[in-house]
């Protein structure tokens, strides 16, 4: 059974950091391309920031140069360093993990984080 578990949300002070984890079971992390999408209230979720399985990484307009993300594979676990945040961060944070196999997508999400940014 796969499962994508995140944690490291919470509430921060505007200009300040955080670090999203989203540990992998039944799953080989560095076999999918990995990313973290966010929901904020009344809006639809919306991608932050890919990393492939080949290494290549992309960014929302919005976090580039703020925010990084990265992937341990000898831990499972892909992290989103987030860096000068903003209110309008705030939202669920979900970790997404997509392969394509045998000419099948698969695709698999985590239950969510909440990132709070309010002073």
């Known amino acids: 059974q796969v499962q994508l578990v995140e944690s490291g949300g919470g509430l921060v002070q505007p200009g300040g950091s955080l670090r999203l984890s989203c540990a992998g079971s039944g799953i080989f992390i560095r076999l999918n391309d990995m990313a973290w999408y966010r929901q904020a209230p009344g809006k639809e979720r919306e991608l932050v920031a890919g990393i492939g399985s080949a290494g290549p990484t992309n960014y929302a307009d919005s976090v580039k140069d703020r925010f990084t993300i990265s992937r341990d594979n000898a831990k499972n676990t892909v992290y989103l360093q987030m860096n000068s945040l903003k209110p309008e961060d705030t939202g669920v944070y979900y970790c997404?993990?997509?392969?394509?196999?045998?000419?099948?997508?698969?695709?698999?999400w985590g239950q969510g984080t909440q990132v709070t940014v309010s002073s």
């Open positions: 997404n993990a997509k392969r394509v196999l045998y000419m099948k997508e698969f695709e698999y």
